[in-house]
């Protein structure tokens, strides 16, 4: 079984900062991609920043020049620093990876965390 854990959530004021944290952690081989969506009632998930292995980031639109994202290969963790937060901001976020686990014949297959909210407000 494999399962990813985000810590870091919370509320913060505008103009201010967040680091999320995700670490993946069960039965795995091998993990590949590593990254960050979010979500808001009505609206679809959308990507806030992804990172491969070889540190390589592609970022969604809102999140490029605030946000970066990092990981650590060593200990299959991602995280996500958030400068100059803004209310639109406002989400619940989820960690995602995609990992190949441990069992015979195993494939590469996508995970997801539980969530973790993140609120701008004043």
């Known amino acids: 079984q494999v399962q990813l854990v985000e810590s870091g959530g919370g509320l913060v004021q505008p103009g201010g900062s967040l680091r999320l944290s995700c670490a993946a952690s069960?039965?795995?081989?091998?993990?590949?991609?590593m990254g960050w969506y979010r979500q808001t009632p009505g609206k679809q998930r959308e990507l806030v920043a992804a990172?491969?292995?070889?540190?390589?980031?592609n970022y969604g639109d809102a999140a490029k020049g605030r946000f970066t994202v990092s990981r650590d290969n060593a200990k299959n963790t991602v995280h996500l620093q958030m400068n100059n937060l803004k209310p639109e901001d406002t989400a619940v976020y989820y960690c995602?990876?995609?990992?190949?686990?441990?069992?015979?014949?195993?494939?590469?297959?996508?995970?997801w965390g539980q969530g973790t909210q993140v609120t701008v407000s004043s």
């Open positions: 995602n990876a995609v990992i190949m686990d441990t069992s015979p014949r195993s494939y590469y297959k996508q995970y």
């Open positions: 990172i491969t292995t070889g540190t390589s980031a």
């Open positions: 069960g039965n795995i081989f091998r993990v590949n991609t």
